[in-house]
Nanobody, 115 residues
């Protein structure tokens, strides 16, 4: 079984920065994809950023150039640095891990950006 524990998030003013981290435990292998998705009420969960075990990254169009995803394979941890935050970035952010085609999700952490 895989467990994902998120930390970070909170309230920040527009233009500010915030960092998220997600630690994975359980039967983890470095050859997996980890990342972040976000969701607001009434909308579908959307991609924020994902990173492969080899460090290849993909970003959602709305966060390109502002957010940076990274990972520490030794710690099974993925990070999301969010800069130049906008009110529209307000959402619940979910950590995701894909392992052998199975999806695992964290409990979610709220990010609120005030204008």
């Amino acid at each position: 079984q895989v467990q994902l524990v998120e930390s970070g998030g909170g309230l920040v003013q527009a233009g500010g920065s915030l960092g998220l981290s997600c630690a994975a435990s359980g039967s983890i292998f470095s050859i997996n994809v980890m990342g972040w998705y976000r969701q607001v009420p009434g909308k579908q969960r959307e991609l924020v950023a994902i990173i492969s075990g080899g460090g290849m990254t993909t970003y959602g169009d709305s966060v390109k150039g502002r957010f940076t995803i990274s990972r520490d394979n030794a710690k099974n941890t993925v990070y999301l640095q969010m800069n130049s935050l906008k009110p529209e970035d307000t959402a619940v952010y979910y950590c995701n891990l894909v392992l052998f085609s199975r999806n695992f999700w964290g409990q979610g952490t709220q990010v609120t950006v005030s204008s």
